[in-house]
């Protein structure tokens, strides 16, 4: 379950595929994706979508994806959202949004009911805590994997701004809305200035 | 009715407002999880919120799932169900006008230069993220060494990850993590 780099954005979609999903194979098609994601749901979205089920070009995927990249909110849950609706209209977006959380949220609820009950126990204990070390890891993993490519470019101007977001969330603990109320607009502001000087 | 005293109004007010700056995807929002369920809420110790992460990690399906477990840990099924709502439709609703909008205009340039923007922000979140989940889980020396061993494997091989989760867990349950 760690999220992907996103790929760049790719425009213009191309219509000539498979023929559009019905509701229920939309929902069938994100419930198979999703119970499939050990280790990223993104992966198995991008196989199902595009090379299974043919419902998307690699770019037209590349792109929707990029779009749910930049916009707030669980990335795969927003793809699969406009993804559904895309086919279907909205209600295509909630069969397609219930296959992807709504299968995978009984699972999770039933192991949260038996953390509940158990958790206590010193066993279940000690291998819950050896998971979520190894579980920070992976994450630590995926967050130099994002990196590389701005300290390849040599992007000081980016790893300043990455360096000052993970002080202010992750040392001085401060709001999160606070901070990118503040950051978001500066780092626009930079781009921006940025581009405009280059171009 | 304010949302101190009512547990389900609160999860759908704090998760709903969460989502819209969770820039780069759940993951991004654990600092923010930590913060507002541990520090200001009192609904999780530390110690819970570390299990609530493992959980959520060994389980199938996205990331944003950890929110079920909070929530199901406040309120119940109920608390479960409203929690991963308010924390999934509001930007999916989002991310469906503003794509509607996108496919109709050409604002090409607007979009990668907001991409461009965000990506940085988006990392020094994740880091955030490791750095404050690190804090509650890595307590000892051997836990430190699992966290950088799975970090390193994760960075130089293509080894499901499924394997470390597994031997993190295995390694815990030798009592060899403390």
Known sequence: ML???PPAAVPVP??????????????????KMSLAGFGGVLVWARRGIVDQHRWMTAEEFNETFALCHFLPGPNIV??????GSRFRGL??????????????AVIVTVLAALYQRYGEIEALRRILAGVSCAAIGLLLATVFR????????????????LLMVFVAIGVLRLPL??????????????????????? | ????????????????????????????????????????????????????????QLSPGPNVLIVTLIGYSVAGLAGALVATLAMCLPTAVLAYFVSRFLARSSHARWPAIIQAALVPLSI???????????????????AVLVTAGAAVLASLTRLNPGWMLLAGGVLGFAGLIG
């Open chain 1, 3 to 5: 999220p992907d780099s």
């Open chain 1, 14 to 31: 191309d219509l000539s595929k498979s023929p559009p999903p019905s509701l229920i194979a939309l929902f069938v098609a994100f419930a």
């Open chain 1, 78 to 83: 927003n793809l699969t959202f406009v993804f």
């Open chain 1, 91 to 104: 209600l295509g977006g909630i069969a397609a949004f219930a296959g992807l959380v709504g299968p995978p």
């Open chain 1, 146 to 161: 994002m990196m590389m490519p701005l300290i390849k470019r040599r992007d000081v101007v980016g790893l300043v701004v």
């Open chain 1, 177 to 199: 809305p606070s901070v990118l109320l503040v950051a978001i607009p500066l780092s626009i502001a930079i781009t921006f200035a940025m581009r405009r000087g280059e171009a």
């Open chain 2, 1 to 56: 009715m304010n949302s101190d005293s009512n547990p389900i109004l609160a999860l759908a007010l704090t998760f709903a407002v969460m989502s819209l700056f969770a820039i780069g995807g759940a993951n991004s929002a654990i600092p923010e999880m930590h913060r507002v369920a541990v520090e200001v809420r009192h609904w999780l110790s530390d110690r819970q919120f570390a299990d609530v992460y493992a959980i959520s």
């Open chain 2, 124 to 142: 020094g979140l994740m880091g955030a993220s490791g750095f404050v989940l690190a804090r509650t889980s890595d307590r000892t020396v051997a």
